[in-house]
Structure formats: structure tokens, C-alpha cells
């Protein structure tokens, strides 16, 4: 017996509303959502890399052109107090075994460690010029810190006293320690390579060559993947090398002027932070391109808690807006 055509359209309406349901729900949910735009009063010039306190929930920002760290209250959402007298802060860190920042200055070739507390005075070391990038081994109780025309610096956490130096074939830009083996990648763009050094031999164990890109900065490693993710500005590109052997996996376009990267192992995604004003949102697995967020023009630096599960992107002062602290909360 043939069906009255009212009830065979009203059918097919409720099973195309249970198709696609599902996938209309998770197309609507945004893979970063901006939930506060902390400001950061006087901010002036350039801002460098930010570094996080879970247990006081409290971020500190590295403002390069301000000469000073800005240290941020993120669970009330605003800012706290200024800390002055740095020459130019580049890399900062927290590590919570000593519950110390360290701060590397570019202007006098310094590291710097301060009490957490109230930021008083801990210890301090003359590295050489411009002193970068800084990383913190709890495990084995080591701080590292790129310096200079080519080499990285270790250093004891809790009197950096000076340990030893690995030497590099240019400066060191962007640089992450292995969680499994002793193995620390180095990206050296004066070099065109990815160095692969060995914290305790202290010595370069390889080199990855990075073809016709230049210009590597920031690198972050996905542990779970087995895989060291590298972005270049020139051309713009992010790369991911077989952690094994510094084969590369793949290779596509990417967002301009990134200066940070960071990997979101929960929800198997890449973040990539770039000066051009956005924030590129990648499959970890195939860095195909999930989403583009805009933030602002020059915001290239950033920092990607899992302790937060937040994402902080540092904006400097514009002509049309002051500088702040964007804080981007994650979607599932």
C-alpha cells in the first residue's frame, strides 16, 4: 500500500536530523575560543615568551621592549604588578622544585633567579650575549638556556652555577628536551639545521638538514607521535621530522612570522602562533589546517598550558589598542 507523501517527507526530516546532528554539533564548536583580554597597563614595545605557575595560577610575561617581566593573576583575570630592570627579557621559566622564575636577558647576556613568592633575588649568571630561550629539566635538576653565537648553557636551578655548555653551529633559537631519552633538538636557522645534542655527553649528535626552508624558530615535540615539529618563516611552513631519524614527514603552509608552537596532546592538535595576527589550528597527525583565529598584528609569542588548558598569546601595544594577554580556552 503506498504511504501518504506527508509521512514519508516527515521520515525523511527525522533521519537527516539524526545524521547530522553529531556532525553539526562539532562543527559549531570553536577550536579556540577567546575568553579574556587580561590588559597590561604601560605595556610598551615588543613581548617575548611567558611562562606559567599552576599552583598560584599566575603567568609571567617576558616584555622585551618594556625592560620588564609582567606577571598576570590568571584566575581573577587580571594584572598584578610589573616587575623592572631587566635589559631586554627574552626566555623565562617556572620550574616548581625550586619554586623559581628564570629570566634571560638579550642586553647583558644574563639569567636571572628569583623567588616565586614575591619575585625577590635568588641568583644570577653571566652567560654571554644575547641569552635566549630558557628550559627547565626537573628530573634531572638542570636549567638550559641558548646564548650567544652558538651554544646552550647549563646551569644548577638553585644556584646556577655554571655546569657545562654545549657548543652549536650558529645561535640557538627554539629548543625542547626529549621526555624519553637524553636528547635535546635545537633549531639553528644561522645553520640551516635541527641540532640533536646530548644533555649529559654534552656534546651535538647529529644534524637534520631543513632543505630549501629557512628561517626555524620556534619547535615543539609530540612525544605520543614520535615526531619534532619545526615552523619556518621563508618560506612560511610548519614541518614534522621523524624523531628517529630527522626524516621528514611532511610539510605544508603555515601562518606567517610564528615565533611559538606548541602541541595539544589531549585533543591531538597543533597551535602555532604567528605575528601576522593568528593563530593556526592543525591536525597533530596530518597538519592539515583546522581553523585560523585572528588575535592581533605583531602577537607572534605564546604559551599552551595543559595545566590550564588555556592558551595565552601575548599582544603588544598597538596605535589603536594597549597591550594584553589574550586567553584562549580550548574546544572539544
Not at 206 to 217: A, D, I, K, Q, Y
Amino acid at each position: 500500500m503506498r504511504r501518504p507523501r506527508r509521512t514519508i517527507v516527515a521520515a525523511v526530516v527525522i533521519v537527516a536530523f539524526i545524521v547530522a546532528s553529531p556532525r553539526s554539533a562539532q562543527s559549531d564548536a570553536a577550536p579556540l575560543t577567546v575568553v579574556a583580554k587580561i590588559p597590561l597597563p604601560d605595556g610598551k614595545g615588543r613581548i617575548d615568551h611567558l611562562a606559567y605557575d599552576a599552583g598560584r595560577r599566575r603567568l609571567y610575561v617576558a616584555e622585551l621592549g618594556n625592560d620588564s617581566v609582567a606577571i598576570v593573576d590568571v584566575a581573577r583575570q587580571r594584572f598584578e604588578r610589573r616587575v623592572p630592570g631587566f635589559a631586554e627579557p627574552q626566555g623565562i621559566a617556572y620550574l616548581a622544585a625550586t619554586d623559581a622564575v628564570y629570566v634571560s636577558t638579550a642586553g647583558d647576556g644574563f639569567l636571572r633567579a628569583f623567588h616565586a613568592a614575591d619575585m625577590s633575588k635568588m641568583a644570577s649568571a653571566k652567560l654571554g650575549e644575547d641569552a635566549d630561550n630558557v628550559r627547565v629539566d626537573a628530573t634531572a635538576a638542570r636549567v638550559y638556556v641558548g646564548f650567544g653565537g652558538g651554544g646552550i648553557a647549563i646551569l644548577d636551578p638553585g644556584t646556577l652555577e655554571r655546569l657545562g655548555d654545549i657548543p652549536l653551529r650558529g645561535h640557538p633559537e627554539g629548543f625542547q628536551l626529549s621526555a624519553t631519552d637524553e636528547r635535546i633538538f635545537v633549531n639553528v636557522p644561522d645553520a640551516r639545521e635541527i641540532a640533536v645534542i646530548g644533555r649529559f655527553r654534552e656534546k651535538q649528535l647529529s644534524s637534520w638538514p631543513v632543505t630549501e626552508m629557512r628561517g626555524n624558530f620556534p619547535m615543539a615535540i609530540d612525544e605520543a607521535g614520535g615526531q619534532v615539529i619545526s615552523v619556518f618563516r621563508s618560506p612560511a611552513h610548519i614541518a614534522s621530522f621523524q624523531a628517529s631519524t630527522g626524516k621528514i614527514v611532511r610539510a605544508v603552509e603555515a601562518c606567517g612570522d610564528a615565533d611559538d608552537v606548541f602541541v595539544d596532546a589531549r585533543r591531538l592538535r597543533v597551535y602555532v602562533v604567528c605575528g601576522e595576527g593568528v593563530v593556526d589550528v592543525l591536525n597533530k597527525t596530518t597538519l592539515e589546517r583546522i581553523a585560523r583565529i585572528q588575535t592581533a598584528s605583531g602577537a607572534r609569542t605564546g604559551l599552551f598550558s595543559p595545566d590550564a588548558d588555556l592558551l595565552f598569546i601575548a599582544a603588544r601595544a598597538t596605535p589603536d589598542s594597549g597591550a594584553a594577554v589574550w586567553v584562549l580556552k580550548p574546544g572539544d
